[in-house]
């Protein structure tokens, strides 16, 4: 198949290429600088020049390819205008592939899943719950399906970590640093799910490839790790205390982090792997954290 990839050399989107091209599809990326182009043709790919504002650069990317996989994201600063783009987007993805029959796969995330249960690949997004409006604009794209598209989104769990990693994770890590304990949230008991870059990356390709239309995937390696846990292993990879701290005090420790981090999150993938025969295979995130990468002084 002849894939066009949205967000094609980003944290997910490069392992996803080279799934892609390792599995013999041809791959073209769409790329808004000429840093990105020469990533894409370094992997393999071929180059699409254009951003997710270019929806023309868009329409012919997905009109020359056999199905698209859209993980790009454009964080303006302003999350109405940022959604609000994400929506012209996926608008224009749909149009372009109307009644062909080729897959469309979305990247998407948890929030927005009804809280205090584990999340399900059945759940619908709430728009008026906090993160809510981006997983429900994505989940929207499921319609498509009654328009002849082979449409799947994919939810993705707030870390998505392996070597490199620069997002929660790596940020809890330099605050622990920082301030020279590695910081948890009352008892520790909430959760967070977690997913390695490669195994993501690897449903993104079974997905296209396979995923009956109206489908929703989860790329979740993790039902949820407690915090305590990550904290503990944070703590011993510095090699600093580790301590609790009451809800009041935990936005004077982890600034913005706090909320995030304070979230209890559990999801399912059980139904994923059961269509997909997705598995996944690379080190969960507590084992990811104990082989050491993210304590070297080359980390983030």
């Known amino acids: 198949m002849r894939i066009f990839v949205t967000g094609a050399t980003g944290w997910i989107g490069a392992p996803v290429v080279a799934d892609l091209l390792d599995a013999g599809h041809d791959v073209i990326g769409l790329a808004r600088s000429d840093e990105s182009a020469r990533r894409l043709l370094d992997a393999g790919a071929q180059v699409h020049r254009g951003s997710l504002d270019d929806l023309d650069a868009l329409r012919e990317g997905a009109a020359a390819a056999d199905g698209v996989i859209h993980l790009a994201y454009e964080h303006t600063g302003d999350p109405q205008t940022s959604l609000e783009t994400e929506q ?40 008026d719950l906090p993160g809510g409006q981006r997983s429900f604009a994505a989940n929207k794209t499921l319609d498509l399906a009654e328009r002849g598209v082979r449409t799947t989104v994919v939810r993705l769990p707030p870390t998505v970590h392996g070597e490199g990693d620069r997002g929660f994770v790596t940020m809890l890590i330099d605050l622990a640093r920082t301030r020279g304990v590695s910081g948890y949230i009352d008892a520790g008991t909430n959760h967070w799910p977690a997913v390695h870059r490669l195994d993501a990356a690897r449903l993104f390709r079974l997905a296209v490839e396979q995923a009956p239309a109206g489908t929703v995937l989860h790329a979740i390696a993790e039902t ?24 009041d005090a935990a936005e004077e420790h982890f600034g913005r982090l706090a909320l995030i981090f304070g979230y209890d999150v559990q999801a399912s993938s059980n139904h994923t792997r059961q269509l997909t025969g997705w598995q996944p295979e690379h080190p969960d995130l507590l ?14």
């Open 287 to 300: 084992n990811d954290l104990q082989q050491g990468h993210y304590f070297t002084p080359a980390s983030p």
């Open 224 to 247: 949820g790790i407690t915090t305590r846990d990550i904290a503990e292993t944070i703590g011993h990879g510095l090699d600093i205390p580790v301590q609790h701290l009451a809800s």
């Open 88 to 127: 012209q987007v996926l608008k224009t993805l749909g149009e372009s592939l109307t009644d062909t029959g080729r897959p469309l796969v979305v990247a998407s995330g948890l929030a927005g899943l009804p809280p205090g249960k584990i999340a399900l690949e059945s759940d619908t997004p709430d728009p």
